[in-house]
């Protein structure tokens, strides 16, 4: 169950769901800030139980030639569902899931909010692990993005590049894209830098050519039949 969004100042709106008991050792919620994302500070609280959840999940380690994105997705995961309602009424209004092309651009807006973090050995992260630690490898930003623009109705698929990943996602956009079964999915760079100050904000849409010529396309349902 989760409480309604309270704004603590004028320019801050608060986001949670509801915590829940654990005897871990740990608080019983992560606070995420988003400071002056489109011009509000947020603050989300997820609890520490879901969290811990997906973190005690086995994977695979990327080795430039994996496949399995979308067993990460879970669009599904209440605490994901939260956020993507929130942000699509406080920024676009109660029609939001009608207007998928500013849907789908405020969802990437604030994927592109998390900073890149590189790691080894490098691995897959689920969205509420990547969330709860503010930022991840292009491989978790474009998994937390797919998820939360599947909960919000948007088809995207995964482009992949043996040395990146990045999102083409199915909205009537303009721009470069990728064309499957009559379906044009416009190719976004969700990743963002590690530098809070230098984010990139890139466009539905915007892409280099050269690399998208390159891209292995990964759909949804090749994987989930």
């Not at 998820?147 to 303009?174: N, Q, R, T, W």
């Not at 079964?181 to 809070?196: D, L, M, Q, R, V």
Request: proline share 4%; aromatic share 14%.
């Amino acid at each position: 169950m989760t409480s309604k969004p309270e704004k603590i100042i004028k320019s801050e709106k608060e986001i949670k769901t509801t915590p829940q008991k654990v005897q871990l050792g740990y608080p019983s919620f992560f606070t995420i800030y988003r400071e002056k994302f489109r011009g509000s500070h947020w603050r989300f609280e997820i609890d520490t139980e879901s969290y811990f959840k997906y973190k005690a999940l086995p994977r695979e380690e990327y080795n430039g030639n994996y496949e399995h994105y979308w067993d990460f997705v879970t669009e599904t995961e209440k605490n994901v569902g939260v956020i993507v309602d929130i942000l699509g009424k406080e920024e676009i209004g109660s029609k939001w899931k009608k207007k998928p092309l500013e849907t789908a651009q405020l969802l990437v807006d604030f994927v592109q909010s998390f900073p890149y973090q590189d790691r080894e050995p490098c691995y897959a992260k689920y969205p509420l692990e990547t969330l709860c630690e503010n930022g991840g490898n292009c491989l978790d930003l474009s998994i937390l993005g797919a998820s939360m623009l599947l909960y919000a109705g948007i088809e995207s698929c995964f482009l992949d590049f043996k040395e990146h990943v990045a999102l083409g996602i199915a909205v009537p956009g303009k721009g470069k894209f990728v064309q499957v079964n009559g379906i044009k999915y416009y190719a976004t760079e969700i990743t963002s830098t590690e530098w809070p100050d230098h984010r990139y904000t890139d466009k539905i849409g915007v892409f280099n050519s050269v690399l998208l010529n390159k891209a292995n396309v990964i759909l949804m349902e090749k994987y989930r039949k």
